[in-house]
């Protein structure tokens, strides 16, 4: 016959007079999201409203380097493994709800008796702790919003490698074709010495015109190898990127104004809340804090175990000893420490609500910075090409003329130099249209 130890069913009643917690579980912003934006721009067609951003840009080179970035960046690699950490870390608070059962066996042999005295017995407990006070919830809650909150941070690392990549994948095609510019400035001043030096040696001119132009020979060369640094820089940069070896990494030379300048739209401020994988992760953050608070508020609280067990003498069977018990605890001096943990959670969940609140504001003044940009940098492009147009015009007067006599080299030399402003102006145009376009897809959030 089974025997059943006395359990304390008391406890039940002492619980049952215990006051009930009752936390805020949320934390609401204050700031007051507009209804549109300051700057309006004229949106792109045809282009999708999800899906990869990148591909917008008709960019073939530039989505392969994506693909390869994905695949193989290391910092991507580290956020994943983060992920993975904030996923067990949810088994973890949820194994706290399940019951723990153990168990245990011993021999013993008495020496008064001989070896043929041997004693052996066995014993299977489990035991359960209640969550009157919702503080195995409240753990629950904080590991999930840590993992929502890992996860997101995953989306934003994620975004800002892929933007990093294809601003330095557009700066290099740029350096590339400022180097040609180079190069052509450099045939442009050779050109010219060869006139001044004809007309040097025909008495035509001062020596002071052969010494300028040599001047200005030896400007154009030094401009070369600064430009060739600057693009294996970027090569570098991009193969790092992408997780390769930049050693031997190369990238095809691609037309900047074939390119495709895609313009995103930015839709309603308040869609930023979710589309930014930072404001996303900032809010994740305040749930986690908020569940904190109520974990350290519930800890102040009595907790009750519920325990069960079976022993029994292996030899006899039949015979097993089962029992029941509850137990109430109450932490009744800490020297202050549950308390002080209480109100430090509280000011995390603070700092965490200002954090909040401060990313919406970067956000909101971070797209309406990127749809200016969008529009100046479209005007300025259209302008600095009438200039270039007309530079380029003037130095083939300028050229004309002094070869004939009817200028001097210094309008000659203010032509060329004036000429090479408006083609580095025209590239740097490009450029910015193009990065204006990247840092809008930033700003919302990329599209996913």
């Not at 008796?113 to 014993?123: E, T």
């Not at 202050?336 to 209480?342: H, I, M, P, R, W």
């Amino acid at each position: 016959m089974t025997k059943i130890s006395s359990v304390s069913l008391s406890l039940a009643l002492a619980i049952a007079g215990c006051a009930s917690v009752h936390e805020s579980t949320t934390s609401s912003s204050e700031v007051i999201l507009p209804g549109a934006y300051d700057t309006n721009v004229q949106t792109s067609e045809n282009l999708p409203e999800l899906g990869p951003w990148w591909t917008n840009f008709g960019d073939e080179a530039l989505n392969a380097l994506v693909t390869a970035a994905l695949d193989q960046n290391r910092s991507l690699e580290a956020g994943i493994a983060n992920v993975v950490s904030a996923r067990a870390a949810v088994t973890v608070a949820d194994a706290k709800s399940l019951p723990s059962i153990s168990g245990s066996a011993s021999t013993s042999v008495s020496s008064d008796a001989g070896l043929d005295d041997i004693s052996r017995s066995a014993r299977l407990s489990a035991s359960y702790e209640l969550d009157l006070f919702g503080e195995v919830k409240a753990s629950q809650d904080a590991a999930r919003a840590s993992l929502e909150s890992a996860e997101y941070s995953q989306r934003a690392l994620e975004l800002s490698i892929l933007a990093d990549l294809a601003t330095n994948y557009f700066d290099l095609q740029v350096a590339r074709k400022q180097l040609e510019v180079a190069k052509e400035n450099l045939n442009i001043a050779e050109r010219i010495f060869d006139i001044v030096e004809v007309r040097y040696e025909a008495g035509e001119i001062s020596g002071f015109d052969l010494a300028s132009q040599k001047a200005t020979l030896a400007n154009a060369r030094s401009q070369i190898p600064q430009i060739e640094q600057q693009i294996l820089s970027i090569e570098t940069a991009i193969a790092i990127l992408v997780g390769e070896t930049p050693q031997g990494f190369e990238i095809d030379s691609v037309d900047l104004y074939e390119t495709r300048l895609p313009v995103a739209d930015a839709g309603l401020p308040s869609d930023l809340l979710t589309r930014r994988p930072d404001l996303l992760q900032a809010e994740a953050n305040l749930r986690a804090g908020q569940a904190d608070v109520v974990a350290a508020r519930a800890a102040m609280l009595p907790s009750i175990d519920l325990g069960a067990g079976v022993s029994t003498v292996l030899t006899s069977l039949s015979d097993p000893t089962a029992s029941l018990s509850a137990a109430l605890s109450q932490t009744i001096f800490s020297g202050g420490s549950l308390k002080a943990q209480l109100e430090s959670a509280k000011a995390r969940r603070a700092a965490l609500l200002a954090n909040y609140e401060q990313a919406i504001l970067t956000s909101l003044r971070e797209v309406d910075v990127a749809l200016s940009s969008i529009n100046t940098s479209a005007l300025r492009e259209e302008e600095v090409q009438i200039a270039l147009s007309a530079s380029r015009n003037a130095l083939d007067s300028a050229e004309l003329r002094y070869r004939v006599g009817a200028d001097d080299l210094t309008s000659l030399l203010s032509a060329q130099q004036s000429y090479y402003a408006s083609t580095q102006d025209a590239l740097e145009a490009r450029r910015d249209r193009l990065a204006a376009s990247i840092d809008l897809y930033v700003a919302l959030g990329g599209s996913y």
